[in-house]
């Protein structure tokens, strides 16, 4: 299946490993993988929980920020989201 650009990383909470993820297309839900492409970053991580405005979601919609775990470190926010 290709991957489609689904949004980017508009913050990264580094002593919590959370990246506050911008949705600008598609949709996004627990369970799904999810791949972080950037200048200097590339990794593939499965999203195992999802909040927004602090309270868990299970899948989420379009123009929604929500914060999701990663295992990586993201050193910019250049960085899009494709599923």
Known sequence: MKEEKIGFVSNYFSKISVAAIEITDGTLSVG????FLGHTTEFESTVHSMQIEHYPHNCTWL?????VGVEELIIHMFIYIYA
């Open 32 to 35: 799904d993988t999810i791949h």
């Open 63 to 67: 123009f929604t920020v929500l914060l």
